[in-house]
């Protein structure tokens, strides 16, 4: 009974320095284990977040291209491209208030307008783009369309046409047109406002 007494205190000495180191180990272990799922979490949500980013920067440089492509099209006076940026039976309603619906339409349309508008020192070109996408695949935009140096009806030059701008654009497969288009002149500054610029006031 001595020897197993004398004994019993050091076989639980033993065990607990010899189980001492484990714990640490073991609790070490286990957050390492945790850190490393976290950081795999958030690695995976990053390149996800990173990927739809990139996704929403390509659709909307692929919607601002058709306001661009529409303007590029207007100097090259290149009416087939200026419909072909629109759905096959997209809507648009022209500066001058004419409905137009469909291609065909819109071809018959921009083809004369073009013809008696530019001429050789003519410039079109968009800004103040606003896009907001109202769903993955459908985006609106509002932005200014600005015309320079266009043939007037009377044959003089008009230096600058300020022209509002807005589309519902859509994706069509692989590539996005507009669906329906509103284009209406832009109002142009008070008399007031431009006296008092140009006097520096």
């Given at each position: 009974m001595k020897i197993s007494q004398t004994y019993r205190p050091v076989?639980?000495?033993?065990?607990?320095?010899?189980?001492?180191?484990?714990?640490?180990?073991?609790?070490?272990?286990?957050?390492?284990?945790?850190?490393?799922l976290t950081l795999l979490a958030c690695t995976l949500v990053l390149g996800v977040t990173g990927s739809?980013?990139?996704?929403?920067?390509?659709?909307?440089?692929?919607?601002r291209?058709?306001?661009?492509?529409f303007a590029k099209a207007f100097v090259q006076k290149n009416a087939e491209l200026r419909a072909s940026?629109?759905?096959e039976n997209g809507t648009f309603v022209t500066p001058v208030g004419d409905f137009l619906q469909g291609r065909v339409a819109m071809v018959k349309d921009f083809g004369p307008e073009a013809e008696q508008a530019v001429n050789g020192s003519t410039q079109a070109a968009f800004s103040n783009y606003r896009v907001r996408f109202?769903?993955?695949?459908?985006?609106?935009?509002?932005?200014?369309?600005?015309?320079h140096n266009v043939n007037g009806?009377?044959?003089?030059?008009?230096?600058?046409?300020?022209?509002?701008?807005?589309?519902?654009?859509?994706?069509h497969g692989d590539h996005w047109l507009i669906e329906d288009g509103r284009a209406h002149f832009a109002p142009?500054?008070?008399?007031?406002?431009?006296?008092?610029?140009?006097?520096?006031?």
């Open positions: 076989f639980f000495a033993t065990h607990t320095i010899n189980s001492a180191p484990q714990a640490p180990k073991s609790a070490l272990r286990g957050l390492m284990h945790r850190l490393g739809a980013s990139a996704g929403d920067a390509r659709d909307e440089a692929a919607v291209a058709l306001g661009d492509s940026l629109f759905a109202i769903k993955p695949d459908v985006a609106v935009v509002d932005a200014l369309l600005t015309v009806p009377d044959g003089t030059t008009i230096p600058v046409i300020p022209i509002n701008f807005f589309y519902v654009a859509a994706r142009a500054p008070p008399n007031g406002m431009t006296k008092s610029s140009a006097s520096g006031n």
